[in-house]
């Protein structure tokens, strides 16, 4: 007996520049370690935005942002410390790290959507690992298990759904079977269960990071040449 063919799936645009998921990720590393998604996430995103903004000052090495993110020395909620190391770096390019907790679904939306800004990471529950791949924890307590941390790169409100990197395939084989051609690190997931289940329920309830052009930072021809590279109008 043949077996059936599936179509491929549709090929979903990313919510900043109306990418190809797949292409937006194909230069975003992994973690390698348990302890290692968010200083990957802030590698991946600043290094795409220096990519998209034609701005090299502004990319760092995965072991200078592992020096800056004190890496092991947290256990649960995001370090505080990291935002405060990346901006001794970042200002003097022009940008500047950010964080904020509680924050709305609309304003994860609108840094998403901002081109002056870096696609933003959130932290999720352990549980997400737990639950939607299985993912074995020795411990129930949240002190034991830190929140996991990814890039989002598109939210549908329409449809309920949002795409976002994962950089946990890179340590646990089983969640590289459960692609479905969107490409690499790439999972999609409703997104009211993913943003109420285990965005809202993190230990850092409901946190985000992004990194985001500081005008006030910059001459004003630095000004005029990167709103025309991030296609931002007039303030």
């Given at each position: 007996?043949?077996?059936?063919?599936?179509?491929?799936?549709?090929?979903?645009?990313?919510?900043?520049?109306?990418?190809?998921?797949?292409?937006?990720?194909?230069?975003?590393?992994?973690?390698?370690?348990?302890?290692?998604?968010?200083?990957?996430?802030?590698?991946?995103?600043?290094?795409?935005?220096?990519?998209?903004?034609?701005?090299?000052?502004?990319?760092?090495?995965?072991?200078?942002?592992?020096?800056?993110?004190?890496?092991?020395?947290?256990?649960?909620?995001?370090?505080?410390?990291?935002?405060?190391?990346?901006?001794?770096?970042?200002?003097?390019?022009?940008?500047?790290?950010?964080?904020?907790?509680?924050?709305?679904?609309?304003?994860?939306?609108?840094?998403?959507?901002?081109?002056?800004?870096?696609?933003?990471?959130?932290?999720?529950?352990?549980?997400?690992?737990?639950?939607?791949?299985?993912?074995?924890?020795?411990?129930?307590?949240?002190?034991?298990?830190?929140?996991?941390?990814?890039?989002?790169?598109?939210?549908?409100?329409?449809?309920?759904?949002?795409?976002?990197?994962?950089?946990?395939?890179?340590?646990?084989?089983?969640?590289?079977?459960?692609?479905?051609?969107?490409?690499?690190?790439?999972?999609?997931?409703?997104?009211?269960?993913?943003?109420?289940?285990?965005?809202?329920?993190?230990?850092?309830?409901s946190w985000m990071f992004w990194i985001k052009w500081d005008k006030s930072k910059t001459t004003r021809l630095t000004s005029y040449l990167e709103e025309q590279k991030m296609g931002a109008g007039p303030e």
């Amino acid at each position: 007996m043949s077996q059936l063919a599936f179509p491929p799936p549709p090929v979903l645009l990313d919510s900043k520049v109306g990418k190809a998921l797949r292409e937006v990720t194909d230069q975003f590393k992994y973690q390698s370690s348990v302890d290692t998604c968010y200083p990957v996430g802030i590698y991946n995103v600043l290094n795409n935005l220096a990519l998209r903004t034609d701005n090299d000052d502004i990319a760092l090495s995965e072991k200078r942002i592992n020096q800056v993110a004190r890496v092991r020395e947290y256990a649960a909620e995001q370090p505080r410390v990291v935002v405060d190391n990346l901006n001794q770096i970042l200002p003097r390019h022009g940008y500047r790290a950010h964080e904020d907790r509680g924050v709305s679904t609309d304003r994860l939306k609108q840094v998403l959507e901002d081109k002056t800004c870096s696609y933003p990471l959130i932290a999720l529950s352990y549980r997400y690992l737990q639950i939607e791949h299985r993912v074995s924890f020795p411990s129930q307590d949240p002190l034991n298990n830190p929140d996991h941390v990814v890039t989002v790169l598109m939210i549908d409100s329409a449809f309920d759904r949002m795409a976002f990197f994962d950089p946990y395939f890179g340590i646990y084989p089983p969640m590289r079977r459960e692609v479905h051609g969107h490409g690499r690190g790439i999972i999609v997931k409703p997104l009211v269960k993913i943003l109420d289940d285990y965005w809202d329920s993190a230990y850092d309830k409901s946190w985000m990071f992004w990194i985001k052009w500081d005008k006030s930072k910059t001459t004003r021809l630095t000004s005029y040449l990167e709103e025309q590279k991030m296609g931002a109008g007039p303030e």
